[in-house]
C-alpha cells in the first residue's frame, strides 16, 4: 500500500508539471531533458489540436494571447473524456464554465468558439433520420415537414461568420444573428444565415406542435401582422423548397407516423 501511494504520488507530480511547467516542479529523479520531451509533445499535441479545431479564433489571437489562452485551459481543466474527438467540446466547457474575466480576452469569444465548434460537431455526428416515417414527396403545405437531425438552427448576439482578423466587431449586432448549419447527403457542412421568418419557420418544424406548413405560415404571418396571409404562405413554399433541395428538409411525416 505505501508503494501504491508513492507511485500515486509521483504520478500527481509527473502530471501536474506537465499541466503547468511554471507552477509545479518537475519530479526531483526525472531529468529535466527528459521531462520537457513529455512536457512539449503533450502541450503541442493540445495546442495543434485547438487551432485546428478553431480556426478562426487562432487567428485573431498573436502567439502570446494564444498560448496563454492554451495554457490556462490546459492547466485548470479537468476532462471528462480522453477521446479527442472530445477535446474541442471540453474546450467550449471551460470557456462557457471555468475561463476566468481576462481584460483582453474578445467579448465574442465564446459565441466565435461556439460557432466553430458546431462545423466539428456536425462533422462527427451519427445521427441518422429514420426514412421509412418520411414521404419525400408529400404535400409540403398540407403535411407536417421534418427536420434533418444535421441541421442545426442556431442564433448569436454577435456575426460570428462574418469575424476574422481583419473584422474584430466591438459590439454585437443591432439584432440577433440567425444561422442554419447543416450536413447534405455527401456529408459536406455548410452555413446559411437566415432571415428571422425563415429562423422562425424552421423553430417551429423543429418543434412539431403545429399539424402542417400551412398552419405554421399562417401563424407566422399572425405574427407579423402581415395584412395577405397568402403572401407570406407561398413565400414559405419557395423557402421550404429550397431547404429540401439543400436537404435540410427531408420530407413530410407519413401518416400515422
Known sequence: MAEQATFLRKQ?????????????????????RRM?????????????????AYPVLRAIHDDARWHQLIRDYYHTHK??????????REFL?????????????????????RYEWAELALSLSEQQADLS???MHGDLLQGQPVLSPLAWIQSYRWPVHQI?????????????VYLLIYRDRADEVHFMELNPVTARLLHLIEQQSLPNTRAMLQKIATEL??????????????????????HVILGVRNNGC
Open 36 to 52: 520537457k520531451i513529455y512536457t512539449d509533445l503533450f502541450y503541442n499535441n493540445v495546442e495543434d489540436f485547438m487551432s485546428s
Open 79 to 88: 476532462a471528462k473524456t480522453p477521446l479527442f474527438p472530445e477535446m474541442p
Open 93 to 113: 466547457d471551460y470557456l462557457q464554465h471555468e475561463r476566468s474575466v481576462h481584460k483582453d480576452d474578445y467579448p465574442f469569444m465564446l459565441e466565435l468558439a
Open 12 to 32: 500527481y507530480e509527473f502530471a501536474a508539471h506537465i499541466r503547468n511547467p511554471q507552477t509545479h516542479p518537475c519530479p526531483g529523479d526525472v531529468e529535466a
Open 133 to 135: 416515417k418520411i414521404d
Open 225 to 246: 401582422n402581415h395584412p395577405a396571409p397568402e403572401i407570406v404562405i407561398q413565400g414559405g413554399v419557395t423557402i421550404m423548397q429550397d431547404l429540401i433541395e439543400r
Open 164 to 176: 476574422g482578423p481583419d473584422y474584430l466587431p466591438d459590439r454585437p449586432a443591432d439584432s440577433p
